[in-house]
């Protein structure tokens, strides 16, 4: 089993309860409509400041850190994964959607970087990633056990100009979807998935350093 770098604080989360209308086209990749309408933001970070309770730490293994409105994490262990944990859970239980810019700042041979959902701890989890080599994962771990779910090849056009990639994760009534810059690239069914907690966060795997622009949640509630 690959050794597991994480550190988890607790804390309040500073939600932005904003209403929000967002819309979607029809998603020809997965063959359903992926609209979402009237939705509210419960969580949006850009990590200008230092209030949103994010870990920050140093040391020789890992480090995650605040700098000049990105969130910087990288893990120094070739072959390990680490992950930060948000305190603070996101429920899986409602329509929402998860959005992050993400970037690869640098990294030695392969590695991968997305971010993690339906999180119980660093060891139960599931997580959307992006690696060096142009690929996609979906992957899910189990005890500290890590099972890939899906995975597929990226083309070049999706990379964006401005800041890396944007990732992201729409819950919809029995699937979730997921994107990569805005372009479909697989979905899970609800019934396969069994979301051992509702904790988000980000993850490296293999030595590498990224950096996270900006994160956002919402919610579509019901009634």
Request: aromatic share 10%.
């Amino acid at each position: 089993m690959r050794k597991i770098g994480c550190i988890i604080l607790s804390g309040f989360l500073m939600a932005v309860l904003i209403t929000a209308h967002a819309s979607f086209a029809q998603d020809n990749g997965s063959g359903i409509s992926s609209t979402l309408r009237e939705m509210s933001v419960v969580y949006e970070d850009k990590f200008d400041t230092h209030s949103n309770n994010w870990p920050e730490y140093e040391n020789s293994l890992s480090s995650a850190l605040i700098n000049d409105g990105e969130y910087h994490i990288e893990n120094n262990e070739k072959g390990s994964l680490h992950v930060v944990l948000h305190p603070n859970g996101i429920s899986m239980g409602m329509d929402s959607m998860i959005q992050v810019s993400i970037s690869d700042i640098r990294g030695a041979g392969r590695y991968s970087y997305g971010f993690v959902f339906g999180a119980k701890d660093t060891s139960n989890n599931y997580s959307l990633q992006v690696t060096n080599e142009n690929l996609y994962i979906v992957e899910k771990m189990v005890n500290g056990k890590r099972k890939e779910v899906a995975r597929g090849p990226i083309d070049n056009v999706f990379s964006s100009d401005s800041f890396g990639k944007t990732l992201k994760l729409v819950k919809q009534r029995d699937k979730i979807r997921f994107y990569v810059d805005d372009n479909y690239v697989d979905e899970l069914l609800i019934s396969d998935a069994k979301f051992p907690g509702d904790l988000v966060g980000f993850l490296v795997s293999g030595r590498a350093k990224i950096s996270v622009d900006w994160t956002r949640t919402q919610i579509k509630y019901k009634g």
